[in-house]
């Protein structure tokens, strides 16, 4: 019985440890500029954030805060629900999410934020893509994997909104 006590606390604390070890949350960010109400001066986009970070753990969070961040960022879109299917002669700015997360690395957290943004017109033709790579390291205390990913984050939405709201007005 001693024995199937101690494999029940073990695992317990196991379990613990995981859930309290999981992703560090982030922060809802928003870089809004009343000069770019909506980039390229156009008023409906559709917004496509991929995941291929090799670990899609909390994936649906995660492109949630993305898609949130840029669409607080740009108040003067509308932004379209539909599928990409069924709304081909929307513009579309697409993030392509590559690394969002934190690691330990000789008592240090090291957090990344990295993907590649394109929006594409009405027609499909590029018109601007680029990537964001921002990283932020802090010695390992108590919730410094949450401090450094939110950096790392904020940078990297900061410099996504800028690059978007640079496009050439269109029309």
């Not at 002669?89 to 997360?101: E, S």
């Not at 330990?104 to 790579?133: I, K, L």
Request: hydrophobic content about 40%.
């Amino acid at each position: 019985m001693k024995q199937y006590a101690g494999a029940f606390l073990i695992t317990a604390v196991c379990a613990f440890g995981a859930a309290a070890c999981g992703p560090a949350p982030i922060r809802p960010q928003s870089f809004a500029d009343p000069a770019v109400p909506c980039p390229a001066g156009l008023i409906t986009w559709r917004l496509n954030v991929l995941d291929q970070r090799a670990e899609t753990e909390d994936s649906e969070k995660m492109i949630a805060t993305v898609r949130n961040g840029i669409e607080t960022s740009f108040p003067g879109c509308k932004w379209s629900t539909a599928s990409a299917e069924a709304d081909t002669g929307t513009p579309a700015i697409t993030i392509t999410v590559f690394r969002l997360g934190v690691a330990e690395h000789n008592r240090y957290q090291d957090a990344a934020a990295e993907w590649n943004v394109t929006a594409t017109s009405s027609t499909g033709s590029t018109m601007t893509e680029f990537d964001v790579n921002e990283e932020d390291s802090r010695p390992a205390y108590s919730r410094a994997d949450e401090e450094a990913l939110n950096e790392a984050f904020r940078k990297a939405l900061q410099r996504t909104v800028r690059g978007l709201g640079a496009m050439q007005r269109l029309g």
